[in-house]
């Protein structure tokens, strides 16, 4: 009777001790989707030109408060934030007879802003440069009628600014805020739409959204 009750207590302890089943392997997380830098499709509201050199579209950044008036610039659909880079670049007026009467120099300071649609301000950039002669310009701007057919107009200095963008903003406008220039004509600053700046080679960096399967029918 003992040797029986033993045997049924240690067969009890067995059971009990049963390894627990594995548990199944961890699911891997999908891998990232990788960083894209595009091309921006800007709704340039009044364009300075195509450079010489370069080949790059210019557009004037003009003074103003309302987005609508602004440089407009789509984001596309992304997750998490995107980068927004542009060049920043003063706007001159080249002379040479301005030059040739010893009165060229000028200095320039402009500041710009970037809102999205609603009027929040997103960031700022800004750009700093002097003039002393043409070789201080960025470059030329072809279509117009000085010698060579370039414009009088032309980029001068280039600063990279970048600014981020949040997930839910799918377009921002840039404006112009601050202009302090002294020049041969005199002291200039921002008024409503006056031209501010020039931006160039403008573009967004972002993570696409994954593309939503169609409803089923």
Same mark, same amino acid.
């Given at each position: 009777?003992?040797?029986?009750?033993?045997?049924?207590?240690?067969?009890?302890?067995?059971?009990?001790?049963?390894?627990?089943?594995?548990?199944?392997?961890?699911?891997?997380?999908?891998?990232? /989707?990788?960083?894209?830098?595009?091309?921006?499709? /800007?709704?340039?509201?009044?364009?300075? *030109?195509?450079?010489?050199?370069? *080949?790059?579209?210019?557009?004037?950044?003009?003074?103003?408060?309302?987005?609508?008036?602004?440089?407009?610039?789509?984001?596309?659909?992304?997750?998490?934030?995107?980068?927004?880079?542009?060049?920043?670049?003063?706007?001159?007026?080249?002379?040479?007879?301005?030059?040739?009467?010893?009165?060229?120099?000028?200095?320039?300071?402009?500041?710009?802003?970037?809102?999205?649609?609603? *009027?929040?301000?997103? *960031?700022?950039?800004?750009?700093?440069?002097?003039?002393?002669?043409?070789?201080?310009?960025?470059?030329?701007?072809?279509?117009?009628?000085?010698?060579?057919?370039?414009?009088?107009?032309?980029?001068?200095?280039?600063?990279?600014?970048?600014?981020?963008?949040?997930? /839910?903003?799918?377009?921002?406008?840039?404006?112009?805020?601050?202009?302090?220039?002294?020049?041969?004509?005199?002291?200039?600053?921002?008024?409503?739409?006056?031209?501010?700046? /020039?931006?160039?080679?403008?573009?967004?960096?972002?993570?696409?959204?994954?593309?939503?399967?169609?409803?089923?029918?």
């Amino acid at each position: 009777m003992i040797v029986s009750m033993t045997t049924s207590i240690d067969a009890s302890q067995q059971q009990r001790r049963r390894p627990a089943p594995a548990a199944a392997p961890a699911r891997k997380p999908a891998p990232a /989707v990788p960083l894209k830098v595009a091309p921006a499709d /800007v709704k340039c509201p009044e364009v300075l *030109g195509t450079g010489v050199r370069t *080949g790059a579209s210019y557009c004037f950044v003009l003074a103003g408060r309302e987005p609508a008036d602004g440089v407009r610039i789509p984001i596309p659909a992304h997750t998490g934030t995107a980068s927004l880079i542009f060049d920043l670049h003063n706007r001159h007026t080249y002379s040479d007879e301005d030059i040739r009467a010893g009165r060229g120099f000028a200095k320039y300071t402009a500041v710009v802003a970037v809102l999205d649609m609603k *009027g929040e301000l997103l *960031g700022r950039g800004a750009v700093q440069t002097e003039f002393r002669s043409a070789k201080d310009l960025f470059e030329r701007i072809s279509g117009g009628a000085g010698p060579g057919g370039v414009k009088a107009v032309a980029p001068l200095g280039r600063e990279e600014i970048t600014i981020t963008i949040p997930a /839910v903003v799918n377009e921002v406008s840039v404006l112009g805020e601050v202009l302090d220039a002294t020049t041969a004509a005199g002291h200039e600053t921002a008024t409503q739409g006056r031209t501010v700046a /020039v931006i160039s080679n403008v573009r967004v960096e972002y993570r696409p959204a994954p593309v939503k399967p169609p409803a089923k029918r």
